[in-house]
């Protein structure tokens, strides 16, 4: 039943969110940005001006790299940026799925089809998988299910509808946790690989793969030590550090090669390329020169970082596309930007602080082996608290650190929202600590739902507490308004600025 309330309100919130994004983009005229906006090189037909009109404010800012990508593959240096799985999920769709739909619609009208119908089914996809993982994390079902209920309401909720890669990402990326933490180890990494494909960030995602398996093998080490005697204890030892090992250097390897595939198809394109200037459509090219965007040219000269010992393209773009570095961002016109982004660091340096208050040893131990008569993952606690947690609120806190010092301030909201459950996790703790609307029992019994307390004294159980706190906003406590505040807020200004080229990226 939690699955099915989860996947409802997702369900309703995508569309929802669809049709506020065609409202408010039809009514807000389009800032003119200086935004990546190739030109069309291919006559509209019968329903492009309906779709354009219906869903034109999911292809504004980096989505139009996406949807360019999907059209007409990786043209521009810059372009690779953008890593390709997400385009060819488009692609796949608009080939496949809407082919019918061809004399009726351009490839970029069924692109943009593509967009809101895929967006929202990977959107479920992950609030599923966001559920099973915080289930199995949590061991507290209330508290699994707020923080889903949480996430269909996610302040980064214009970038999971945009044609953007964060509800891919997120699927992937939930799902392949949740086989980790299940002992699929396999199946999580080819998940978390494929994840890989979609975005850069997916690389940080090896380091759940090297704790999740240290944690399980300290644990056999710890059970063969009071079980097994002699040679026998030595044979089990070693046939667990081998193991681990194997599995550590096997799986990084499968979760790197999206990324080291990529990469050389970028050097390969550019370095040594087999593609004339002849060949690019000339309205292409001329955007190229007009703009001083790089194209593959095997007449020209290749760029100079072909020539450094690691030719990273993806560094290369980076560092002089979109001048992301170390303190770069640290300037006093971008405090409007450090302000967009205060909220879900804040939540993120709570999350970390919290944790560590409440499990001050653990910590310190990283949580791997204990001492003496603690059993934190034996006898944990179920919520927040627990051991389980510990390597998230890590990976959380990792990417919290580097967002705001090495890259655009602005992006860490869609960042840490795709890539963590903390801020959701964390968000519902609060919420169920201090709104006295929300019935928290003192024992954590996972097999007890929310319960909501109205001003009549009648008790209710609900499957969506977060409906059910709405129309009480203003009795609700501080901390409620607050989180429910910066969620709803931060999804309708996302919708409104960014559709229109406002500057919400």
């Not at 619609?105 to 959107?123: D, K, Q, T, W, Y």
């Not at 993982?133 to 209330?142: H, M, T």
Request: charge should be positive.
């Amino acid at each position: 039943m939690d699955v099915r309330a989860v996947l409802e309100f997702a369900t309703v919130t995508r569309g929802i969110s669809l049709f506020l994004q065609a409202v408010l983009n039809a009514a807000i005229p389009d800032h003119e940005a200086d935004a990546f906006t190739p030109p069309r090189t291919e006559e509209p037909l019968y329903l492009d001006p309906a779709v354009e009109w219906l869903l034109g404010g999911l292809s504004h800012w980096d989505a139009e790299h996406f949807l360019f990508i999907a059209e007409r593959g990786y043209l521009y240096e810059h372009n690779f940026a953008f890593f390709p799985l997400f385009p060819v999920v488009l692609r796949g769709l608009a080939e496949t799925l809407l082919w019918p739909l061809s004399g009726w619609l351009s490839v970029r009208g069924r692109l943009l089809v593509a967009v809101a119908l895929g967006n929202s089914a990977l959107f479920l996809l992950s609030v599923v998988a966001l559920y099973a993982l915080s289930k199995i994390v949590l061991q507290d079902r209330r508290l699994a299910l707020l923080s889903s209920l949480l996430y269909c309401i996610t302040p980064a909720n214009v970038f999971m509808t945009a044609g953007y890669s964060e509800s891919l990402f997120a699927a992937l990326t939930f799902g392949g946790l949740f086989l980790l933490e299940k002992g699929f180890t396999l199946r999580a990494c080819l998940a978390l690989s494929i994840a890989t494909a979609a975005r850069s960030n997916g690389l940080v995602n090896i380091g759940f793969l090297l704790y999740l398996p240290s944690r399980h093998a300290i644990s056999q080490i710890r059970v063969y030590r009071t079980t097994t005697k002699g040679h026998i204890k030595v044979f089990h030892y070693a046939w667990v550090v081998v193991r681990l090992l194997l599995t550590s250097l096997l799986g990084t390897a499968i979760i790197a090669l999206p990324f080291c595939a990529f990469q050389y198809y970028g050097y390969r394109t550019f370095c040594t390329p087999s593609v004339s200037l002849e060949r690019i459509p000339p309205a292409l090219l001329s955007l190229a020169e007009r703009k001083g965007y790089r194209v593959p040219d095997e007449n020209g000269p290749p760029p100079l970082w072909c020539m450094r010992p690691l030719p990273l393209l993806y560094s290369h773009i980076q560092d002089v596309y979109w001048d992301l570095g170390f303190l770069r961002y640290f300037e006093l016109k971008q405090i409007p930007n450090f302000i967009l982004a205060l909220p879900m660091a804040t939540l993120g340096i709570m999350a970390a602080y919290a944790y560590f208050l409440a499990n001050p040893e653990l910590c310190v131990r990283l949580g791997l082996w204990e001492t003496g008569a603690a059993k934190w993952l034996d006898k944990a606690t179920p919520g927040m608290f627990n051991p389980r947690v510990f390597v998230y609120i890590v990976h959380s806190t990792a990417l919290l650190v580097f967002g705001t010092l090495c890259m655009h301030v602005q992006v860490l909201t869609r960042f840490l929202a795709s890539s963590s459950p903390v801020p959701f996790w964390i968000s519902a703790h609060l919420l169920l600590l201090n709104e006295p609307l929300l019935h928290r029992r003192k024992t954590s019994n996972p097999n007890v739902q929310l319960q909501t307390y109205f001003g009549n004294g009648c008790k209710h159980t609900l499957q969506n507490p977060i409906i059910a706190l709405l129309p009480h906003f203003k009795t609700c406590s501080t901390t409620t308004q607050s989180i429910l505040g910066y969620f709803l807020s931060y999804w309708v200004l996302g919708l409104a600025l960014h559709c229109n080229f406002l500057p919400w990226t």
